[in-house]
């Protein structure tokens, strides 16, 4: 014990599959092995349980396992308790670590949301055992069931009940991981992103409102746009959509679905204005987009304090002498790569268009596009009409959401190498799929792909936040350039 406090046994109750409604979003699936912010809600259970000074965590996955929890519980160890719900989907985390400890001090049981409680505490392992007791096959018991009737704790400000689908949509809405200085928040009807990058907020605002009528359709309306000084901030509506991002990582979409998908993806950018570009024009857009923004980007870089340590580490697990070289060998492969004589086309494009911008309900086909590239006047519209279908390439062959949310690992090959695995269920028939519909509307994939290289590497200052994950991409840019570098001369 510390300073004759009891210990505190934190139990995560991860028994019950998620309901009906949430499992036509995410699959079949526990609520403890949802991905939110790049861990599961397990994950984040965990490291607040650890946060909390908990010295234990239990996490119940079967009857199994809540049945040797009642075992021990009948040798009494003096310990406090805190039953978590998976169900709880935690806002305030700070307020529920703050809770547990309290557990270690009071010796008054308190129950949160008494029909069906998310967070208990607990001074005794006697009170505990009697709320174990009641626990019935994957759900909880009701507070008024305790034999001696719990007073409740006021926590609807710190967490919420994922399984009610309202409640799942509200805390899910912009869950893949943002960069740095973006801030998302709101409620259940609005959505407000605000952002220290003012300048690229108020593109955002502004191109939607720029853009053909037509093509607006495919849109969220941002409205409500502010400059408050250090920041700019627009609203939009909250959709009770969750984001394809969502459902590529959580693996929750059948063939047919992503082929539907595809189908209203495409859709989008079939209907998108076009235009052939003069050839010089179009070839500086194009060297701007997929050359010059690499090197510009690896300048930016090598600014970073952090530059010189994830240099010696490429340099160390791979074969190349530094990131230079990583980016060096991609400029080569961008310059020498065979052009055929075909028009240079130019789209009215979302310019960001990988599947965390793309919110779609699979059951009504329902999609909608959100945080655009950005523009200030009508011809900043204009990209290369490849650049959407490589940042759809980014998302379904190269994982980068699967990255972008933390699953992956990066170990040590035999030869002493750095080797990156995607942690992704098996996805070949959808990639294969992807690449087919590329080559029916005409499309080189292997230029798609090359270019899609170009935004694993020009990402890299943007996310130095989070170390490991530029190295993965790094290495993800040098496996598509492997492969590159395989198929050139097929």
Known sequence: MDNGLPPLNVVYDNRAAVGENVSAVIGSKRYGDIIWHRMSLREHAGQLSAGSGAARFLVLDSEEDLAALRRELQLDSGAAWAYLSARAGIKDSEAVASQLKKARYSRETLISHQAAPLLATFGSGAAFADFISRLRPGEAATGSELASPAPTMNCGDWMTDISVPENFFAFFSGSSETRSFNRLHGDRYEFVKTSKDKDKCRREYRHYHLLPEAMQRWFVLPYGYKDSGGEASYAMERLQVPDMAMLW?????SGGEFARFLDKALR????????EAGAAAAKSRRDGLYLEKVRTRFAALEEH??????????????GFSGLRAVVERYCGLYSGFPEKDTPLIEAVGHGDLCFSNILYDK????????????????E???TDALYDLAKLSHSALGLYDFINNDRFTVQLDPSGRLALEIISPVLAAPQQDFVDRMEKLGHDIRRIRLYEASLFLSMLPLHMDHPRKVVAFVLNAIHIMDELEENLGK
């Open 380 to 382: 900043e519209l204009w």
């Open 249 to 253: 990582i959580h693996s929750s979409l």
């Open 305 to 318: 304090p952090e530059f010189a340590r994830l240099d010696r580490l490429i340099a160390g697990g791979t």
């Open 363 to 378: 059951r009504t086909e329902l999609l909608k596009l959100v945080d655009p590239k950005g523009a200030d006047n009508a």
């Open 268 to 275: 989008f950018v079939s209907e998108r204005p076009v235009r």
